[in-house]
């Protein structure tokens, strides 16, 4: 088979180029980009992506098949069917290399019809540079990049009050939109640009911070012959995702109107904070794949699917989830209960396999930020440690040994933190007491003494014992045995 997708080998429809979006990865373009396909097939949003490559790196181009690339989406839909839709995506016009290619890229900014900017440039992405300058071709820093963008804009349209755009980006920071926001203002500052500038940068653009979620697994490689058998053509940029897809915008109430979402309900919510879904899918989903990581992983399992497979285990996240996590949120518990089910069904997609190892890194920082406070919120509500969360803070301590058993386990972390356990490796066989109370007292990164919470000492290093002796899930059987 050597016919490759392209729009001479395919027929499809063009749309104007309204949309610039920072990054070519494989998430954006099984998100946004599979989105705005099809507002542009059942609406008039009418809407062509030019994308803008950030990086500069020479790995082939979307150019090369007229932008063009299938986007299949696989799992469990709402009525709990394995589904698995194929569709060809015709929402993005072309690739600039901003590299090579920086004067086209500031033509872009010259055209009448622009009205969005997406922009997903890893975490690392929005950040700010001192040492950048107005006159680099170009910027190195994404917020820079797009600082010469909008000022390119401003001098063009001779600050046009009507062609300020909408800046949506889908890093995964904090409140994104207000940070890039705050970090143009920095470098307009330092590059001395007008105050006239500076005035429609603020009041004519709008910047919306966001939340995301979808589990993109990119190229299928281990399966690409089987599936371009099937489409009938080749495409070296065929992207898999999960069927579920969550997109949050804090911005105006307008935005459901521009997006045409009164026409085509997709999964898009406009809020007026994002805090309460950021809470939301930090505690669940990820407080459950973070839980999960040592607690399975030291039973031998391997992957999310694997563990949600295993009854044991599945009760154990169930429990977390539902009795220790949940009850400490504050949003509505229908909602959450809600989210929490359809969390359960993803991990069990039958077409995803998420390796654990592949969650575990930084996992002591990841414990920090989605469960240490409902651990806290827990303690101080019931006057009790909350089992699950302190078993999986056990599983953690043992699985940062590096070994259990006959199980090596390959650890990635900061280095202060990977050495503190060495020094520490003694312990797991002589004074798990010591080792307990020496992990609980690493303030520089729990940010307290967590061996001031009432019980918890006792209580975790009773349960690195059980799981030393006993295993994980061996430990959990007997909690869980009249549930499975």
């Known amino acids: 088979m050597d016919n490759y997708l392209n729009r001479q080998s395919m027929a499809n429809k063009q749309y104007p180029e309204k949309i610039l979006q920072f990054g070519e990865g494989n998430f954006l373009r099984a998100f946004i980009d599979w989105m705005v396909d099809q507002l542009n097939e059942k609406t008039d949003f009418n809407s062509g992506i030019t994308i803008v490559r950030p990086i500069d790196s020479t790995h082939p181009s979307i150019n090369e098949q007229d932008g063009l690339y299938t986007a299949i989406t696989r799992g469990i839909n709402e009525q709990q069917q394995s589904v698995s839709n194929v569709r060809i995506i015709n929402s993005v016009n072309r690739e600039i290399l901003i590299y090579s290619e920086y004067d086209k890229f500031l033509s872009c900014a010259e055209n009448p019809d622009l009205q969005w900017v997406f922009s997903n440039t890893t975490e690392a992405g929005i950040v700010y540079k001192q040492d950048v300058c107005l006159d ?18 401003y001098q063009h349209f001779n600050g ?39 005035m429609w940068l603020n009041n004519h653009n709008t910047f919306c911070s966001t939340l995301v979620d979808r589990i993109v697994t990119g190229y299928p490689k281990n399966e690409i012959g089987k599936l371009e058998k099937e489409l009938g053509y080749k495409d070296k940029f065929l992207v898999t995702a999960e069927y579920f897809y969550l997109f949050v915008i804090q911005g105006p109430k307008e935005l459901e109107k521009k997006l045409k979402l009164n026409e085509l309900p997709l999964n898009i919510k406009i809020v007026d904070d994002i805090k309460p879904y950021k809470e939301r899918k930090v505690a669940i989903l990820n407080g459950a794949h973070t839980s999960m990581v040592p607690v399975a992983y030291l039973a031998g399992i391997k992957t999310v699917r694997e563990a949600t497979s295993n009854p044991i285990l599945l009760s154990f996240t169930k ?52 469960l240490l406070p409902q651990l806290i919120s827990y303690s101080n509500q019931y006057n009790q440690i909350p089992y699950c969360i302190a078993f999986s803070l056990a599983a953690l301590i043992v699985f940062y040994r590096g070994q259990f058993n006959q199980l090596s386990i390959p650890l990635n972390d900061d280095d202060y933190l990977l050495k503190r356990f060495k020094e520490w490796d003694s312990l797991y066989d002589s004074d798990t007491r010591q080792l307990t109370q020496n992990v609980l007292a690493m303030s520089d990164l729990w940010g307290l003494n967590l061996n001031e919470i009432p019980q918890l000492q006792e209580d975790v290093c009773q349960k690195i014992n059980a799981i030393l002796h006993n295993g994980t899930e061996s430990t959990l059987r007997e909690r869980y045995k009249k549930t499975i």
């Not at 539902?322 to 229908?334: A, M, R, Y």
């Open 136 to 153: 680099d071709r170009p910027a190195s820093s994404f917020p820079a990049k797009l600082t010469q963008f909008l000022f390119h804009r």
């Open 160 to 198: 046009d009050k009507s062609k300020g755009l909408i800046i949506i980006p889908c890093e995964l920071i904090d409140y994104n939109g207000e940070k890039l926001k705050e970090f143009i203002n920095k470098h307009a500052e330092d590059w001395n640009l007008p105050n006239d500038f500076i």
């Open 319 to 370: 429990d977390l989830i539902g009795n220790e996590v949940i009850p400490v949120l504050s949003q509505d518990p229908t909602e959450l209960n809600a989210f929490a089910s359809a969390v359960i069904d993803r991990f069990n997609n039958p077409f995803i396999e998420h390796e654990l190892l592949s969650i575990a890194l930084n996992s002591l920082t990841k414990f920090k930020t989605r």
